[in-house]
């Protein structure tokens, strides 16, 4: 569980059976917080054709930097979760929800969700405009 939602966090993100998905820049226990995982998910080294990519991204530079390519990643129904420290973590960056939305939109993605990862961290879903798909 995570944040302040008895719902599962793997649920919460979206995550379906059989998707392949992948993390870059995980913070340690990401993927135990994840757990348990639908039938079939398969964790991807390669970061082409995936169905859910989670990104965890602090500095704007990088997140200016590395969207335009992680997007790249992504099925066209696919989705990226942009996770950064929550302000209350206490922890150095720049990034926040409204800069995530901001480079997002001029890439041609939209943010859907937002969700409570854990105590330090916060996720943004970014999917590709519908007319995009």
Avoid: H
Avoid at 62 to 88: D, F, H, Q, R
């Amino acid at each position: 569980m995570s944040g302040y939602s008895k719902t599962p966090l793997s649920k919460k993100i979206g995550f379906k059976p059989d998707y392949i998905w992948a993390a870059v820049n995980a913070f340690k226990d990401l993927e135990k917080l994840l757990a348990p995982l639908p039938e079939g998910i398969r964790k991807s080294e390669d970061l082409t054709g995936l169905d859910l990519l989670l990104w965890c991204c602090n500095d704007l530079s990088e997140l200016e930097k590395s969207l335009p390519i992680l997007m790249k990643s992504i099925n066209t129904s696919g989705m990226i979760w942009v996770l950064w420290y929550k302000k209350a973590s206490r922890k150095q960056r720049d990034v926040n929800e409204d800069v995530i939305r901001n480079t997002a939109l001029g890439l041609g993605l939209v943010d859907v969700k937002v969700c409570a990862v854990n105590k330090d961290w916060s996720g943004l879903k970014l999917v590709y405009r519908l007319e995009n798909r």
